[in-house]
């Protein structure tokens, strides 16, 4: 269960404020909160962590325990990285109202970021892909349905600079810390 837990937790935290989440609340905003989009946020959040697990899983193979727990050190530190890093991304003029272009959007603005990176670490380093492939897709598709539901007030409302910064900052004591462990120093 810590893999679901952890999962579920990292990548919510993780895809705060993320490019993805920012998409699905501008495009809520542009086309209206409808269940279409929602769900489309949920098939892409599903598949992704349900890849990344996959590929934790294969990884798992290859590395020995300790190498398993500084592998989940540097996820930490990279998905602190990206949060810490400014996002200026331009939303979408005029969307097409296509559910598939969504999907295909929102599912390559996930693949390559630190949330799914950390499921790939987890299920790495916990031998439970199928439970961190369940919380990251619980904690991903979470994250979409806050953006989903506050629409154009997600960047309005919220210092989402300050929040990022701040789990950052959280992300990189943890990776710090992972990383003595995986060193035997603490």
């Not at 899983?57 to 810490?84: N, Q, R, S, Y």
């Not at 959007?105 to 369940?134: E, H, K």
């Amino acid at each position: 269960m810590p893999a679901f837990f952890l999962a579920l937790i990292a990548t919510f935290l993780a895809a705060a404020g993320g490019r993805d989440q920012r998409l699905v609340a501008a495009l809520s905003a542009k086309l209206g909160a409808n269940s279409g989009l929602l769900a489309t946020g949920w098939i892409a959040a599903t598949a992704t962590a349900s890849l990344a697990a996959a590929a934790g899983a294969g990884i798992a193979l290859l590395l020995p325990p300790a190498g398993k727990t500084m592998f989940v050190a540097i996820a930490l530190l990279l998905a602190a990285g990206e949060l810490a890093w400014p996002i200026q991304r331009k939303n979408p003029q005029e969307p097409t109202r296509s559910l598939a272009a969504a999907l295909f959007v929102i599912a390559s603005l996930q693949v390559g970021d630190g949330a799914r990176f950390l499921i790939v670490a987890l299920a790495a380093a916990t031998g439970a892909p199928v439970l961190a492939a369940l919380g990251g897709a619980l904690g991903g598709g979470a994250a979409l349905t806050l953006g989903w539901a506050l629409g154009g007030e997600l960047v309005t409302r919220f210092p989402l600079r300050l929040v990022r910064l701040a789990i950052a900052a959280l992300l990189l004591a943890a990776a710090v810390w992972a990383g003595l462990v995986a060193r035997g120093l603490v």
